[in-house]
């Protein structure tokens, strides 16, 4: 009996794959441009299971091209955005993810972006490779510094969390924006809820961490960046709709505020031809927040969990709209 097939848009982890080998026929994408609108519809019309990233636009289309016989998106990512997610639960297909696995890993990374950005480090980086070596001076290289200065935190999920846990070490004070309040935490470690306008004025760092949905879409607009400090800086690791990005560049060219930091863009990838791209303030990595071995490797090994358990008509261990569930035995 020949083996179910698995569309893998992407290169994941070895032992993963040899995993899914056990139970499945891989079929995977090797190239590392995502595979084009027009695979996707032709790999799940023939496929039970779609192994995706979240670059792939897996829309109705692809969906419904694999009616009758797609038994799951399995996504190797936290967020599914990218995902018809309504028209999935229609289909009672479920989508997997991989929820509660990146949220060291990301915290160091925003940790990482902030630092450097505040202390220049990428710039006088490369100025040294450049052979560029300034003698010392009061006002050479000129950072900001962390201490004591005020993070606001604009969704304080488990990553926001995360961030701010290791403020402490930094002694910094913690304002947050976020859907719900979480007044646990103030009493706890002495966090503060601000309305976003409120943390946008009073942060000296403001670092993005809460989910792309219909509410936060284009949340960071011309008039919020307005408020921020001409001495503030701007981290976002979360998604590039979040942000406008016409209004951050046009702030950072003007002076407005004093810089940024960003693993996400829209539209992604950024231009090269961009403004911010030769911007010595904005630091720009290519979507890289969760890129630890250890992480992606968990990460590629919940995914073909989650597809071994739908082969088998069983509950997926780790599934996003888990309402497919619902009046099944």
Known sequence: ?????????????????????????????????????????????????????????????????????????????????????????????????????????????????????????????????????????????????????????????????????????????????????????????????AQLGELMQQSDFVSIHTNLNAHTENLINAEKIALMKTSAYLINIARGKIVNSDALTDAILDHKIAGAALDVFDPEPIPANHPLVKCKNVLLTPHIASASAPIRKRMSMMCVENIQAALKDDPIPYCYNPQVYQGLN
């Open 1 to 193: 009996m020949s083996k179910p097939t698995v569309f893998v848009t992407r290169l994941i982890h070895p032992e993963a794959l040899d995993k899914l080998r056990e139970f499945a026929e891989p079929e995977i994408w090797t190239q590392e441009t995502p595979p084009p609108h027009s695979a996707l519809v032709e790999a799940s019309s023939r496929s039970a299971a779609i192994l995706s990233m979240l670059t792939d636009p897996i829309d109705r289309d692809v969906i419904q091209a694999g009616s009758g016989h797609l038994k799951i998106i399995s996504q190797m990512a936290v967020g599914v955005d990218n995902i018809d997610i309504i028209y999935a639960t229609e289909q009672k297909i479920p989508v997997g993810n991989t929820p509660n696995v990146l949220t060291e890993s990301c915290a160091d990374f925003t940790w990482a972006l902030m630092t450097s950005i505040a202390r220049r480090v990428t710039e006088s980086n490369q100025e040294v490779m450049q052979g560029i070596w300034r003698p010392w001076g009061p006002d050479v290289l000129l950072g900001a510094d962390l201490y004591q200065s005020t993070l606001g935190i604009i969704g304080l999920g488990q990553i926001g969390q995360a961030v701010a846990r290791r403020a402490v070490g930094f002694n910094m004070k913690i304002l947050y924006y976020s859907q719900t309040r979480k007044p646990e935490l103030e009493e706890k470690y002495g966090y503060r809820y």
